[in-house]
């Protein structure tokens, strides 16, 4: 184990999006994985025997045996951060009793999202949210959880224009990839020649989500937007990513070019320490037929970043109503390197307790 990286492990790594942390946190100058946490059916297999991505598995982690993890264990191994790929219902008391014990998590989890004193962070929108870590008491760990992943590349795709536009409200339909139901995920006979006009509790989460995220931190609290955000969101078949139609109704009228310069010029974790960030975090796309799953999904630099940016195209603007495209890959922006963002930028903002100065 190396003296300078902080040892960590990954619940729920057999997984899809435990196999993408894997695959994100390997080499990574901050964090070491020294440990992986599976269910009963994945203990002592070795990572490579359960690969399910593309890419093959990273070097330094196929050998290694998937254990039955408990809280009490990681604090006795000298674990210090533990990434949460827990399926939701489980997440819960686990990623709980981590805390108690001491331990940062980083959840992919919904099981906490919507707690009043956990931040529910995405860097580039809402870092101020990490300063709720402040009014923790008598818990000596952490607790961020990401977003779902629809709500992630919606909010990317709003922050830039938000404040030029002062929406009345925001309307989105999602066409939402086949492994944004994990593994095994959507039956091949059900989604073949296609499209699934509902996904469980996902409308909701996107909704709900979608406001806290762009609501404003107030000391110990979260005031939500109160802009009403109207969600359909459907299953097609695509292997990966999230494609995302979405329509603001405006109360100002900026021009089309302040919109795009908006768009281009986005990148507020710029000189930060974050190698898991994309600069920039969003992409505009001039062509009429993009973003696309199949081309687009993979948008984001440096290396490290790669997947983690929005891409926005398609942008129509006829006063009140905006309308545009936004796509981003639910298991890298919208799964697991959204949490590894999140260590990142909670380990470099040196005062999480101080107010943010967004501007609505």
């Known amino acids: ?27 990574h100058p901050t964090f ?11 203990q002592g297999q070795r990572l490579s025997d359960v690969w399910l991505l593309s890419d093959p598995p990273p070097s330094e982690l196929e050998g290694e045996r998937f254990r039955a993890l408990r ?11 533990v990434f949460s790929a827990l399926p939701s219902g489980t997440a819960r008391a686990i990623e709980s009793e981590l805390v108690r014990r001491g331990l940062s998590v980083f959840s992919n989890a919904a099981d906490h999202r919507m707690d009043a004193e956990v931040p529910l962070l995405v860097p580039e929108v809402n ?32 922050e830039p224009v938000i404040a030029l536009l002062r929406p009345r409200s925001v ?5 939402q990839s086949v492994s944004g139901a994990g593994y095994p995920g959507v039956p091949s006979l059900a989604i073949t020649d296609n499209v699934v006009p509902f996904i469980r509790d996902e409308e909701e989460k996107l909704e709900h989500e979608t406001q806290r995220i762009l609501g404003r931190r107030r000391g110990t609290r979260v005031v939500p937007s109160t802009v009403p955000i109207a969600a359909h969101c459907v299953r097609v078949a695509t292997r990966e990513g999230h494609l995302e ?28 320490p974050l190698p898991t960030a994309p600069h920039p975090p969003v992409e505009l796309r001039p062509e009429v037929d993009r973003p696309q799953p199949l081309r687009d999904r993979w948008a984001g630099h440096p290396a490290r970043a790669r997947g983690m940016a929005a891409v926005v195209g398609r942008v129509r603007w006829d006063p009140p109503f905006l309308r545009f495209f936004v796509l981003s890959h639910n298991a890298v922006r919208g799964g697991a390197g959204a949490s590894v963002l999140n260590a990142e ?14 501007r609505r």
């Open 32 to 42: 070491e994985v020294t440990a992986l946490g599976a269910g009963d059916r994945s």
């Open 127 to 158: 870092g101020d949210h990490l300063g709720l870590l402040g009014t923790r008491r008598r818990k000596p760990g952490r607790l961020v959880t990401n977003p779902n992943c629809a709500a992630t590349g919606l909010v990317l795709g709003l």
């Open 171 to 175: 309307h989105v339909a999602t066409y």
């Open 345 to 358: 930028y909670s380990l470099a903002v040196s005062d999480p307790t101080r107010e943010g100065s967004r």
């Open 1 to 27: 184990m190396s003296g300078d990286r902080i040892p960590c492990a990954i619940l729920g790594a057999s997984g899809y999006i435990g196999q993408n942390f894997a695959r994100l946190l390997a080499g």
């Open 71 to 81: 809280p009490a264990d990681l604090a006795g191994r000298g674990i210090r951060l």
């Open 245 to 272: 139609a979405v329509t603001v109704e405006a109360a100002a009228r900026p021009s089309r070019a302040e919109l795009e310069a908006a768009w281009r010029s986005f990148d507020p974790l710029a000189g930060l």
